[in-house]
């Protein structure tokens, strides 16, 4: 059943360590860190993409930065309170890393399969060239009872086409994982930079339950 639940939410990620590593958490004595991955684009923009990885995996005490790695696993999510609501944090759940000699081609960089359920209406809307775009949160089944639940944004075909979706819409996505900044603001004097993560969707399905 586990091995089940985990095939509906693979990621595969290869870039350049962009960051050391910053302490998350500790369960059952194994600590965990994030850390920084430029990953290229097609074009000539990267993303930059947090991994959350094991002490068990890396040794966590070195500055790997300017390496470059290949890494496997999901893309989770979790709430954290903040500034009276809460803030869903994404971040890519390391299972397997190895190292690679050099930067990959840009076409095979990232990749993410989620297998999940529509959990709110899509937001359909027009840019003001015309673009379509919809965005769709999914909530995609963990073990012992627990969801992740993934920002998706769609374009063109794909988002007339989940515009019509309902909420308990079981779909499957195959895309990449894309970050994006934006500017908070915080009061009338205060604002800060943050960066938002999401999937960009190229393939789009209904399944049948």
């Given at each position: 059943?586990?091995?089940?639940?985990?095939?509906?939410?693979?990621?595969t990620?290869?870039?350049?360590?962009?960051s050391?590593?910053?302490?998350?958490h500790?369960?059952?004595?194994?600590?965990?860190?994030?850390?920084?991955v430029?990953?290229?684009?097609?074009?000539s923009?990267?993303?930059?993409i947090?991994?959350?990885?094991?002490?068990?995996?890396?040794?966590?005490?070195?500055?790997?930065t300017?390496?470059f790695?290949?890494?496997?696993?999901?893309f989770?999510?979790?709430?954290r309170?903040?500034?009276q609501?809460?803030?869903?944090?994404?971040?890519v759940?390391?299972?397997?890393?190895?190292f690679?000699d050099?930067?990959?081609?840009?076409?095979k960089?990232?990749?993410?399969?989620?297998d999940?359920?529509?959990?709110?209406l899509p937001v359909?809307?027009k840019?003001?060239?015309g673009?379509?775009?919809?965005d769709?949160?999914?909530?995609?089944?963990?073990?012992?009872?627990?969801?992740?639940y993934?920002?998706?944004?769609?374009?063109?075909r794909?988002a007339r086409f989940a515009?019509?979706f309902?909420?308990?819409?079981?779909?499957?996505i195959l895309?990449r994982?894309?970050?994006?900044?934006?500017?908070?603001r915080?009061s009338?004097?205060?604002?800060?930079?943050?960066t938002?993560y999401?999937v960009?969707v190229?393939?789009?399905?209904c399944?049948e339950?």
């Amino acid at each position: 059943m586990s091995d089940k639940i985990i095939e509906n939410n693979q990621v595969t990620i290869m870039g350049q360590i962009a960051s050391g590593f910053t302490f998350s958490h500790t369960v059952f004595g194994e600590g965990f860190y994030m850390v920084d991955v430029l990953v290229r684009r097609l074009s000539s923009s990267k993303d930059r993409i947090p991994l959350m990885i094991s002490e068990r995996l890396l040794d966590v005490t070195q500055d790997y930065t300017g390496e470059f790695i290949m890494a496997t696993g999901q893309f989770r999510s979790y709430n954290r309170h903040d500034e009276q609501k809460n803030r869903l944090i994404l971040s890519v759940f390391v299972r397997e890393v190895s190292f690679i000699d050099e930067e990959p081609d840009g076409a095979k960089t990232n990749s993410i399969l989620l297998d999940g359920y529509i959990c709110k209406l899509p937001v359909y809307r027009k840019t003001p060239l015309g673009r379509e775009i919809a965005d769709l949160l999914l909530a995609v089944n963990r073990p012992y009872g627990k969801s992740d639940y993934i920002p998706c944004i769609c374009w063109g075909r794909n988002a007339r086409f989940a515009a019509s979706f309902q909420v308990g819409e079981h779909v499957q996505i195959l895309g990449r994982i894309q970050s994006r900044e934006y500017v908070k603001r915080l009061s009338e004097t205060e604002s800060e930079k943050r960066t938002a993560y999401e999937v960009s969707v190229s393939k789009l399905e209904c399944m049948e339950d």
